[in-house]
């Protein structure tokens, strides 16, 4: 069982930036496919981004290409979303996912408990 634990989230303006974080109890970490998706009220929860467990690959939605970058440090067991030039529309919980075997998490593999980004404009 892979326990995930994200933090970073908070309230920013139009145009800012947040830098997401998600640590996760698994000493095979660097295998880990990791990903993050978000889901904004009243809406499915969508994928934002994903890293192969070899960090050789990042995957993007359209939505946040060019703005969000995720990245990996497998000494500290941390995956990361640099969230930047952030829009009212990136409001939404955000979520940290991780799989053994799926490049973008599914549904039944490890998921964090979510954390708050809330974009004003």
């Known amino acids: 069982q892979v326990q995930l634990v994200e933090s970073g989230g908070g309230l920013v303006q139009a145009g800012g930036s947040l830098k997401l974080s998600c640590t996760a109890s698994e000493r095979t970490f660097d295998r880990l496919h990791l990903g993050w998706f978000r889901q904004a009220p009243g809406k499915g929860r969508d994928f934002v981004a994903a890293a192969s467990g070899t960090g050789s690959s990042t995957t993007y939605a359209d939505s946040v290409l060019g703005r969000f970058t995720i990245s990996r440090d497998d000494a500290k067991n941390t995956v990361y979303l640099q969230m930047n030039n952030l829009k009212s529309e990136d409001t939404a919980v955000y979520y940290c996912?991780?799989?053994?075997?799926?490049?973008?998490?599914?549904?039944?593999?490890?998921w964090g408990q979510g954390t708050q980004v809330t974009v004003s404009s």
């Open positions: 996912a991780a799989s053994l075997y799926s490049l973008i998490p599914r549904p039944n593999d490890f």
